[in-house]
């Protein structure tokens, strides 16, 4: 369709939403008189607290999903609403706290007593299990399982998708081969985790990592049970260390979850428990999804990205009390591409921030409800490091352009008249390409002619990660999004601006950053133990980026999502990216 009225409708839809939201809410949270008030908590009332807060166990919830996990196997997902619906069935040694907002960032024992004991100067991590932890079939969890586990997140030719961290880490010559591999006995041959006994566990790091617990609190940290592995199948049928099992899984449609009766409270005080089955629906049909979800069918998304334009306009207008403005740790930026002329000038990529319409942008995406807040750090608001450093007047400017000087920097990089470039933008990422066109329309009031390019997502890897195919194809701005792996500043930038990160293919360093300061800060926050001395690196990175407009964030994103009346024990987790925690979440029977 015409891109115009594309954005007009978006706009409209954005309006219809925060009009709403303004005349509902007058009243104050779930006191007003829309008609299912009676039924909901109010509005946005899972926000840094609990909504219907309830023991009551038994029902079942219901959920529905556009996209299934990526995969059910912990060593191999990715997705973070996979890594949220693994509490259900798996167990770490520590993982976060189910609380609500920045207090879930908190880290606590879960198969262990506590988090670690650290010696060695950061280097030695030591862990003793609790009592009871067993698997479904009521076999105690032992430490060797523990270590099983995470060795194959090594047998990275069978096992694969997950994140590496902990095999960079404890492994950084990448000397081991996996247990698959393995030619002891056992299949325990990792020497960097020493298991003494059953219950005990030592990790050995040839050098410290201060998020080295945020790794082993991922999905890829879990046990499995050695005799019930099997290996690129287990993704069809994983072996339960949590409070549920699987029923049944058939990928790309239903997961069936019920008790583990093996499973004891007593020897679990992160996890719940008071649904007695879980219930997913996996359908692509997103309006029907958010209409099923109103009608009382499902009680949550699985995905947790939001509502449709129809469907937030419907839920805000009609059932407001069921709403919540959900915060996520996602933020939405443009890469400047470094090796592309004239972005090799840092003034010609200062003259993108200041000739921005952020405001513009915001509202494209859907408003500051619907799309999200206006961003000027390169941080989400929930990691340390984060700060209100606004070097280009963005906030000062409310989102506003200055379009004078965007031009003086034009001048100062040789191209007072402007210049022309392209950028991609992904189809099947909601607004993407709307909003890829308001900056083209943007950036061409002062001289800055672009191209928008609109892709695939799937194939985005081969393509904007690949940094022979971005300078083959003339790109010079990358479009996308990104929230972080763990809560840090490792957690989300290593990635994006660290040169160590910059790859051949699956490349997301899309500016292609090589600047030896930025990787330093990253390694004197990493090698920091203390969380709020790296927030202080982290704040120094922060700055370092935005002063050389390396990497332009443009939105801090939210999103409109169903908190289905049924729903108990709900709040959006900061540890999930805004998602609520699942493994919480009860029902009214």
């Given at each position: 369709m015409p891109t115009g009225s594309s954005k007009r409708r978006l706009a409209a839809g954005a309006a219809l939403v925060v009009a709403a939201l303004v005349s509902t809410t007058a009243c104050g949270g779930g006191d007003g008189d829309s008609k299912d008030s009676s039924k909901g908590a109010g509005y946005d009332a899972a926000y840094n607290k609990v909504a219907n807060a309830s023991?009551?166990?038994?029902?079942?919830?219901?959920?529905?999903?556009?996209?299934?996990?990526?995969?059910?196997?912990?060593?191999?997902?990715?997705?973070?609403?996979?890594?949220?619906?693994?509490?259900?069935?798996?167990?770490?040694?520590?993982?976060?706290?189910?609380?609500?907002?920045?207090?879930?960032?908190?880290?606590?024992?879960?198969?262990?007593?506590s988090t670690a004991k650290i010696t060695d100067g950061g280097k030695t991590y030591t862990y003793e299990l609790r009592d009871g932890v067993t698997w479904e079939d009521g076999s105690p969890i032992t430490a060797q399982d523990i270590k099983y586990g995470i060795e194959r997140v090594w047998a990275t030719d069978v096992i694969t998708g997950g994140p590496q961290?902990?095999?960079?880490?404890?492994?950084?010559?990448?000397?081991?081969?996996?247990?698959?591999?393995?030619?002891?006995?056992?299949?325990?041959?990792?020497k960097s985790i020493e298991t003494p006994d059953a219950k005990t566990i030592v990790f050995k790091l040839p050098k410290p990592n201060g998020d080295f617990e945020q790794f082993l609190a991922m999905p890829s940290g879990s046990p499995v049970k050695q005799a019930k592995d099997t290996a690129n199948k287990y993704t069809q049928h994983p072996f339960s260390a949590g409070p549920y099992k699987f029923q049944s899984y058939k990928a790309g449609k239903k997961i069936v979850l019920v008790r583990n009766t093996a499973w004891k409270k007593a020897s679990d005080p992160v996890r719940a428990a008071l649904p007695d089955k879980v219930d997913v629906t996996i359908s692509a049909n997103l309006e029907e999804n958010d209409k099923r979800l109103m009608e009382g069918d499902y009680d949550v998304d699985l995905n947790g990205t939001g509502m449709t334009q129809s469907g937030r306009v419907s839920a805000v207008q009609d059932h407001r009390d069921s709403v919540d403005n959900m915060?996520?740790?996602?933020?939405?930026?443009?890469?400047?591409?470094?090796?592309?002329?004239?972005?090799?000038?840092?003034?010609?990529?200062?003259?993108?921030?200041?000739?921005?319409?952020?405001?513009?942008?915001?509202?494209?995406?859907?408003?500051?409800?619907?799309?999200?807040?206006?961003?000027?750090?390169?941080?989400?608001?929930?990691?340390?490091?984060?700060?209100?450093?606004?070097?280009?007047?963005?906030?000062?400017?409310?989102?506003?352009?200055?379009?004078?000087?965007?031009?003086?920097?034009?001048?100062?990089?040789?191209?007072?008249?402007?210049?022309?470039?392209?950028?991609?933008?992904?189809?099947?990422?909601?607004?993407?390409?709307?909003?890829?066109e308001a900056l083209q329309e943007q950036l061409g009031k002062v001289g800055i002619k672009v191209e928008v390019d609109s892709l695939d997502g799937a194939e985005i890897?081969?393509?904007?990660?690949?940094?022979?195919?971005?300078?083959?194809?003339?790109?010079?701005?990358?479009?996308?999004?990104?929230?972080?792996?763990?809560?840090?500043?490792?957690?989300?930038?290593?990635?994006?601006?660290?040169?160590?990160?910059?790859?051949?293919?699956?490349?997301?360093?899309?500016?292609?950053?090589?600047?030896?300061?930025?990787?330093?800060?990253?390694?004197?926050?990493i090698a920091e133990t203390d969380p709020e001395a790296a927030g202080k690196i982290y704040e120094q990175l922060d700055k370092r980026i935005l002063d050389q407009a390396d990497w332009m964030p443009f939105i801090?994103?939210?999103?409109?999502?169903?908190?289905?009346?049924?729903?108990?024990?709900?709040?959006?987790?900061?540890?999930y990216s805004g998602r609520y925690d699942y493994a919480s979440l009860g029902v009214v029977k």
């Amino acid at each position: 369709m015409p891109t115009g009225s594309s954005k007009r409708r978006l706009a409209a839809g954005a309006a219809l939403v925060v009009a709403a939201l303004v005349s509902t809410t007058a009243c104050g949270g779930g006191d007003g008189d829309s008609k299912d008030s009676s039924k909901g908590a109010g509005y946005d009332a899972a926000y840094n607290k609990v909504a219907n807060a309830s023991t009551k166990k038994g029902g079942t919830l219901r959920m529905v999903g556009k996209q299934d996990l990526d995969s059910a196997d912990p060593q191999r997902a990715y997705y973070g609403m996979s890594w949220d619906f693994m509490r259900f069935y798996t167990r770490q040694l520590v993982t976060f706290a189910p609380k609500p907002g920045a207090a879930s960032t908190e880290l606590v024992g879960d198969l262990a007593k506590s988090t670690a004991k650290i010696t060695d100067g950061g280097k030695t991590y030591t862990y003793e299990l609790r009592d009871g932890v067993t698997w479904e079939d009521g076999s105690p969890i032992t430490a060797q399982d523990i270590k099983y586990g995470i060795e194959r997140v090594w047998a990275t030719d069978v096992i694969t998708g997950g994140p590496q961290y902990l095999k960079q880490n404890l492994d950084p010559k990448g000397e081991y081969k996996g247990p698959y591999k393995d030619k002891s006995k056992d299949k325990l041959g990792l020497k960097s985790i020493e298991t003494p006994d059953a219950k005990t566990i030592v990790f050995k790091l040839p050098k410290p990592n201060g998020d080295f617990e945020q790794f082993l609190a991922m999905p890829s940290g879990s046990p499995v049970k050695q005799a019930k592995d099997t290996a690129n199948k287990y993704t069809q049928h994983p072996f339960s260390a949590g409070p549920y099992k699987f029923q049944s899984y058939k990928a790309g449609k239903k997961i069936v979850l019920v008790r583990n009766t093996a499973w004891k409270k007593a020897s679990d005080p992160v996890r719940a428990a008071l649904p007695d089955k879980v219930d997913v629906t996996i359908s692509a049909n997103l309006e029907e999804n958010d209409k099923r979800l109103m009608e009382g069918d499902y009680d949550v998304d699985l995905n947790g990205t939001g509502m449709t334009q129809s469907g937030r306009v419907s839920a805000v207008q009609d059932h407001r009390d069921s709403v919540d403005n959900m915060r996520t740790s996602f933020v939405r930026y443009v890469a400047l591409i470094h090796t592309a002329k004239p972005f090799d000038n840092v003034h010609c990529r200062k003259a993108v921030f200041y000739a921005t319409d952020f405001a513009g942008l915001q509202q494209t995406r859907g408003g500051k409800l619907a799309g999200g807040d206006i961003a000027n750090s390169t941080l989400p608001t929930s990691i340390k490091g984060h700060s209100d450093y606004d070097p280009y007047g963005v906030l000062a400017r409310k989102g506003k352009p200055d379009a004078a000087q965007a031009k003086a920097e034009l001048k100062e990089c040789g191209k007072p008249s402007g210049f022309s470039t392209k950028l991609t933008a992904r189809t099947n990422n909601p607004g993407e390409v709307d909003t890829a066109e308001a900056l083209q329309e943007q950036l061409g009031k002062v001289g800055i002619k672009v191209e928008v390019d609109s892709l695939d997502g799937a194939e985005i890897s081969s393509i904007t990660g690949s940094p022979k195919v971005v300078k083959e194809r003339g790109y010079g701005m990358t479009m996308s999004g990104w929230g972080p792996d763990f809560p840090s500043g490792q957690g989300f930038g290593q990635p994006l601006w660290d040169s160590r990160f910059l790859f051949d293919t699956g490349n997301y360093n899309e500016s292609q950053i090589k600047d030896p300061k930025i990787d330093k800060l990253f390694d004197d926050a990493i090698a920091e133990t203390d969380p709020e001395a790296a927030g202080k690196i982290y704040e120094q990175l922060d700055k370092r980026i935005l002063d050389q407009a390396d990497w332009m964030p443009f939105i801090y994103e939210k999103n409109i999502t169903w908190r289905g009346p049924r729903l108990t024990n709900v709040y959006m987790s900061d540890a999930y990216s805004g998602r609520y925690d699942y493994a919480s979440l009860g029902v009214v029977k």
